[in-house]
């Protein structure tokens, strides 16, 4: 599994988030050398496949969010279908219970010592108190955001999606064992866009990010690789 990053650039997940190969490629060739992992989510990976996996994957270590959510024998399934691509990371909605968190883990064990780091999402940074509600979950967030954490990484998570506002929450919680990647990450004045729960980049860290995945203020720069240094430079340690 992939180490752990123990400081600056290192710790900058770019989410590549268009439609684009093309565009996802350059991307990525500019960022390379100022970002740990980049991310590979939805958008990219709906239009293009794995062969976007493999193209993003020559310049460094892929996220793949492809946030899975079914039942188990289906989630298994399709940790079967992407291990090939050999993702440093693959997400699941945390939401799916044990049995299908379980499943995933005992797939991907399959793939050896080379295997992708599981995360579970906890509660998705876009949404708010009252976003949740309209769920049927009472309880605020950081609430809900601790239960679904505790019982991922009983079930087989490696680590963790959560916002900047509880990444503190889950240290104290779950001690530096499990990954946390934290996404809502928003540098002091940018915009928060649908981004409900969010803090700087030397926030998350300090509340005990391990990574930091951050899109637009970066994609949607004039240059992204200086704004990808000027977050790593903004981050202690
Ligand atoms: O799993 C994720 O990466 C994720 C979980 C979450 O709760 N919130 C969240 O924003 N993300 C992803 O993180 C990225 C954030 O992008 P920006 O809002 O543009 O920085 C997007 O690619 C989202 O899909």
């Not at 969010?65 to 989630?75: A, E, Q, R």
């Not at 299908?100 to 906890?122: F, N, Q, S, W, Y």
């Not at 637009?216 to 903004?234: E, H, L, N």
Request: glycine share 10%; hydrophobic share 55%.
């Amino acid at each position: 599994m992939l180490a752990k990053p123990t400081g600056g650039a290192a710790r900058i997940i770019p989410a590549l988030d268009t439609g684009d190969l093309a565009r996802a490629e350059a991307l990525a060739a500019a960022l390379a050398g100022r970002c740990g992992v980049l991310k590979v989510g939805l958008e990219l990976f709906c239009a293009a496949g794995g062969p976007a996996v493999a193209a993003i994957a020559r310049h460094a270590p892929v996220f793949l969010d492809v946030k899975l959510h079914d039942i188990p024998n289906t989630v298994a399934g399709a940790l079967r279908s992407l291990l090939p691509l050999r993702p440093a990371m693959v997400t699941l909605h945390a939401g799916g219970g044990p049995a299908m968190i379980a499943a995933a883990r005992a797939e991907a064990e399959k793939a050896g010592a080379d295997r992708p780091i599981l995360l579970a999402v906890t509660v998705l940074t876009s949404m708010d108190a009252a976003a949740l509600a309209a769920t049927g979950v009472a309880d605020t967030p950081a609430e809900q955001v601790r239960r679904l954490a505790r019982m991922a990484v009983a079930a087989g998570a490696d680590g963790l999606v959560c916002s900047p506002q509880e990444a503190a929450l889950l240290r104290a919680d779950l001690g530096p064992g499990p990954a946390l990647v934290v996404p809502g990450v928003r540098p002091a004045g940018s915009d928060a866009g649908d981004q409900a729960r969010v803090a700087t980049p030397a926030e998350a860290v300090a509340a005990g990010a391990d990574w930091i995945v951050v899109g637009r203020p970066i994609t949607g720069a004039p240059d992204p690789a200086v704004a990808a240094a000027a977050i790593a430079a903004s981050i202690p340690g």
